[in-house]
């Protein structure tokens, strides 16, 4: 009778490397930013799973609801927390990296494997069995690598809309670089000029205000009353009225500031935009933190050499 030995330190780290390239690859394929230690924290849950599996009486661990609660901790503690939508591509990435990453485990083992043709499913599992760190490694390396190349050369491929955008933001002698959206379903402009609006979570537009505008609240509340207030001060020929129907409300008046420029850089050329309205957004725009603001397509017919 064969015997199969099982070293529960390799077990728990071999698990512990490719969950986190999965989990890695989750996130990025689903466009969430994440902390590396999240990453290692969800990974020792599954790796954790994987060593109870050993324990006497625990056959239970095998059902169906409890690989999924496992992997629903995994993505939690990975990326939570997520609004639904965001929860699904990211739990739909998971499990396609999973089974594509053992599949590949699988398919490798067999291909480096010197013996002749595999009789029977014992002389199958005998090739996985002896090549399966080999087998693990390689596929591994396959994944990382397709996942941190692919998604760059398909980005490269959409076009100029579909990508996102650092622009730096120039006002009363600072500056601050933002991580902007193009969205071409935004057409948000200045009523009176018709200058397209760039809106900027409050936060990091923070350092670039006056003290009476560094307080979220005063900047995202009653606008009138704010640029009343600031009447008298140099800022008053910056500040702007800007109607809108969407961000998270029916409508409502966003507060505008007219920077000195917004610089951004394309195709090797550094571009600037005079003619742009910053409108300032008191809450989060995207829950994975992937982008700070929302940028007008329109605000590149305007852009000239900087």
């Known amino acids: 009778m064969s015997v199969t030995v099982v070293y ?8 512990l490397l490719a969950d986190s390239l999965i989990l890695w690859a989750a996130g990025r394929l689903s466009q969430i930013r994440v902390k590396p230690y999240r990453i290692i924290i969800g990974s020792c849950i599954g790796s954790l799973y994987s060593l ?13 609801p409890v690989k999924f609660t496992v992997s629903l901790l995994m993505l939690a503690a ?60 390689l596929a591994m390396a396959i994944i990382w690598v397709g996942v941190a190349v692919l998604p760059r050369y398909f980005k490269k491929r ?5 990508n996102k955008l650092a622009i730096t933001i120039f006002m009363e002698g600072q500056r601050v670089t933002v991580r902007g959206l193009i969205d071409t379903g935004s057409s948000l402009c200045d009523p009176v000029t018709g200058e397209p609006v ?16 560094k307080d979220t609240g005063a ?44 610089e951004y850089t394309w195709d ?28 007008n397509p329109a605000l590149f017919e305007l852009s000239v050499p900087a």
């Open 78 to 137: 990975s990326f939570a927390p997520l609004p639904p939508r965001k929860l699904a591509a990211c739990m739909a990435f998971f499990y396609l990296v999973s089974f594509v990453s053992g599949g590949a485990v699988i398919g490798i083992s067999y291909f480096i494997s010197q013996s002749g043709g595999v009789k029977g499913i014992s002389g199958f599992a005998e090739v996985i069995s002896q090549h399966s760190w080999s087998g693990f490694i």
């Open 268 to 295: 090797s050329r550094m571009l600037k935009v005079e003619k742009v309205v910053i409108g300032v957004h008191g809450k989060r725009l995207d829950a994975g933190d992937e982008y700070n603001a929302i940028i």
């Open 52 to 64: 109870a599996l050993f324990l006497p009486g625990t056959d239970y661990l095998l059902g169906f």
């Open 198 to 213: 760039v809106v900027v979570e409050h936060s990091a537009l923070k350092d670039l205000l006056p003290v009476p505008m």
């Open 8 to 15: 529960l330190d390799k077990l728990f780290i071999g698990n």
């Open 219 to 262: 900047c995202t509340g009653n606008a009138i009353s704010l640029i009343e207030s600031m009447m008298d001060t140099s800022w008053s020929d910056r500040l702007r009225l800007i109607p809108f129907q969407s961000l998270g409300s029916d409508r409502g008046i966003l507060l505008g500031i007219k920077p000195d420029r917004v």
């Open 158 to 162: 959409q076009g100029f809309l579909s």
